[in-house]
């Protein structure tokens, strides 16, 4: 198990050669590539991208059931993992598994559902969350929920196109966007988030189209990161994310350490 | 995978011959049993209990890494048992993963969060929660909310008691749960949950000392589920809890059907 | 007055000989007819079902006034009716007065606004209301909200019929109310509340039109009455819904005892 | 019934002979004279104050029980007596009612709760309540609630002094009082509402010892309805607040009219 | 600077000669000029308008910069002014400042955003705000937030008619506001805020079509100036509104005094 | 007035050569330059900072009164200075203006008080703010509310040592800070804000001896600007935050362009 200290002591920000864990939640190879460029693209110089995939699990997570299972699949790569990282970024819009994984690791964990709408939060007065299914809305708002984050958004807008086919068709996924984004405004949003990993590519066509801010979860995790890391404030020892007790978890982890 | 056909006719109500699966979510064969019960000692004389648990997974669960490695141990039992059933409880409390089981089976999915405080709600003006440890105040709480169920939740408190080592000395358990009911009160609570699984025992004294009413988890999930399968309503065919999508899951589930 | 002891004891569960005041909360011989017929269909075997009806009032109740004016009648009827019973249930959909049957009687009492909700809860993921008059909306609202059960209630749409009217032609009634649905599912509902007594007749058939489930209030009322009684968690002795004080009260009841 | 005119239009404005009925929801004569007293201190040179009670129900209101008894008593009252008065004052603090008598009649209609809350929230920050007895703190707090007056309201304190004794040794109630607010201002609050109704004496004392503004629920209810006669704004002739429909209501009023 | 002492005793509340402080938000004279007429024309006998216009800044307030600048172009004012006066009401519809103002002055201070919003909670059961441009309902909805007044709000709808732009078509703008109301309605509204100042001349109409009570906030906030000075309940003399520290604060205030 | 385009594109993000404009609200030179170096301690390389003051107002900032004369301050100073940056950081924790200058600016605008805000709430589960009087907390949770982070917020404590008067002593200050950091704890935050600008040198301290992460605003703020510059997820061109509209100004700004 990976659990560097963190450094309270800002003494060494300076230098800022980290490592950041993005995690996909799912086990589709490709979509874990896509969010590794989209990370290295935002990543400072001194950031090292470790893009790391769960050991089982679905390809791809549009749902509550393969949200939990990519939960468990995280922690199990997290808790086998022999690679070291300073910060980890969840990289699922909307999935669960946050909290555990503040439990089990001592470093900063940004869920980029959360990240994303703290940007979106700064830059706009309201917000919108553009996804593929609609039925990932349920998650999405439940998400934002616990996390504190809900009160500023005002709408979940799917484009109902689903998340491995949206690479094939660049025009039409920009344009399926777009025409949720529209609906988002219409109900008093000025910034949106892309309420799924991978979707860097369409970001910039819709900032020109919808004239609002369009937040992209694995850049601004990846940044939220690099900022936490920075600041150097510490993690809890104590409370909702203090250490998991040692005890007995047959069979657990599923994969070998 | 265990998915029969909820009947949406009232018409065979009457026999409510049912087989209700309680599910620890933990791998304490103890805990199973206790649970097992507990369900049985308030189940009508139609329906049959049938005590599940988890086959990975830790002893008990009292965090979030801990509720999140659970959560995914319950859907994979969910998904390989041959056991028929007609509803589900899922007997930990504060636990995640109900969305889940909802949309993996398209019977009633009751967790015994949820039904210890709908019947704290129908009970009291404003109802508490006393659990064991002071860390998982933390899920509790994210859990009603996402429930929608925290409105009248004024207070979690905790007697800092391990849950395993509760069964051990009753005087001195029935003492601490006393203690963090009265903090409950002072703080505006008429009306209690035991917010963890397998208390059963304390429970009458408890209501005898406080003057309040005590709602055991599992109880009222066992009654709640026979309530919905009596009732018939049906359970949605669309949305959130859609069945999941037909996809390649490498690895999952865990166990062999 | 009837106020038999609540058995806080689980050992006499078994039996289940219990009996459960359904009162209509107007004066209409008809709905209470209806009522109890829904209440009937439902409840265990061990259960009778006495339906009761205020002494005076409207013959139905939609809007403030008449339901102001019915919870005093309710109450009036229960302070002075001689029949013994173990759990009431309130059979007026957003209608006033459960808080003050709580404080008047030691036995659960149920409101059908909160069964039914409570029901639609554990289904589905948000829930809708559909109700008669549009301007009923409003009582269901503040109902939902003191209840605490207004968080994830997405839409109370109105088919706008007339409750009186409602019996006469059921397909009309089934259109209007399908029509409603639809409406609550837009809004993001996977479940629904039937808004009003009496209308069982309908709901098997939006359930298989709508494809989510619909909760009618009697069914999920004696239900969730049922559960209580087995239960036997004890009800309040102190706080909002202790006994009330001995007052002089001239005039009252109005009914003789 | 009395239901005169609202004038929507400014123009008679200036001569402001109006007629305000205020109206305790208890049967106790020496409080309504008490509310009829500090009514006529506040009131403009213009305003006939009309003092009612209701023909039957209990001497005072502390709970939910003598609630919804003095809801329908005062609707009894008001559809009953043949004064004419061009506002209604609802003189109970935490009392039921008032949508009721706003669907009933078409004149402003000002419940001394939300006035009072109203008046303290245009003076301090966050905002507290003292009151008599711990019991009516549920309904106080439902009232807020359903008023959408709760979200600055930061604590609900009893004195434990029953309403009838308040006046019998003006230094105790003073101190009882004075100790309540201490407790309320702790809490964050910076004004406070006398919770109950006849108060006014204690009312400069209180602001003297504390320092934070004190609203008396009468005096603001009253000086309110002057207000919005003044305003003539107009009452709603279509929503929830629409007249009664016109149906049979057996036995209503209970009183001959 | 004017900071009389507001009369915490009854005692002198029949005359009510006060005089009431109108402050218009921006450097708009002819504004400045219907304002006054408009509070005068609802004032009572004994009170005194004494209208007010800062030295400086914008023209019209319609965003938060301009609110922003307004806010302290006021206190600039109010901390200048030799006038004396016995309260403030703050005519800037969803402007900032209030609270800053109340720190300032030991007199009443309302703001016509909240006035009016009470206003429309005692008249309906919802309430909607019907407003010039679609860029400050985000002000106004703070506004409402930080008031504590929002729970209620179920619209705010804009006619995009500019603020300056209004007067010159009479029947064009009460079209425009009319349209707007429609969909506040359509939204749960029976109660509107007309949210702007200087609108008085479409209100009648706007009642007459519409159905539903309209208030004007300047109305409402003179009446509840007076309300409050008549009450003499206090102000706070401690927490958030306690007199502002004694510091240095060159180049403050901008004008001469 | 600077209002640089913010660079929607991701292609020059790699260089990052940005200047940020860190905005201390009130004019202590002293406290500036506090800022600026903290600021300075935590910018990444290529960063450069531009430490900027009011030309006018209160030397300190601790009340309502105060903070909306340095809002305004705040803005007169940036649209008169001619020094061009990329981003702005307002360094006054809880004061107001941040939605104005996002109006008049087109490059991302980051309060503090939102930015430690979201810092602590990726860290812990519930947070606190510790700060300096109790006058301010008002401030600040009105500042948490409109910015739609106030739900994890469990308690905002007081040191009452005056802003200025904090640096004389350092250990009185961290043990007031440390006091005030328990109560936040005990009350169940597991993560703190400082809720004050300057304080950086006290951090580190208090994570020692509290076991829980504290956040310094201008840490969290420069470190949050950056990242949204090097994202470059653009700014609305539409709704509340849209360009002022042009129009006369008479006085404004205060200060020569």
Redesign the interface.
Known sequence: MSSPEVR???GD??A?EVTIAVVNCN?SERMTAEIAAGAR??A??GTTILPLQP??????A????????S???V?DLLVTTSEPFDAVVMAGYGE??R??????LDV???DIT??AA??A??????YGVVTTL??????IS?SL????????CVAIEATELPVLEVAHDLERTVAAFEDAGRRA?AA?A??LCLGCAGF?AV??LL??RL??????GV??GV??A???L??G??????????A??A??????P?SPA
Chains 1, 2, 3, 4, 5, 6 share one sequence.
């Open positions: 309270a002591s800002a920000v300076g800022r086990t693209a935002v400072s110089p050991r089982w699990g679905p390809r791809s549009e749902g509550f059931y393969d949200s939990f299972v939960a468990a699949a922690l669960h598994g909290e555990g994984v503040r439990e089990l900063p964990v940004v959360e990240a703290m940007h939060m700064l830059l706009g007065h309201r609609a039925r990932v809305r349920g998650q439940d929920l616990t996390a504190g984050l809900a009160a500023r405004i008093g000025d910034a860097t970001r910039d900032v020109d004239g609002v801010p369009v937040v992209d850049t601004a940044l939220m690099e900022g936490l920075a600041a404030s510490g993690v809890p020892r104590t409370g909702p994310y203090d998991p007790l005890k007995d978890r047959p069979g657990w599923v």
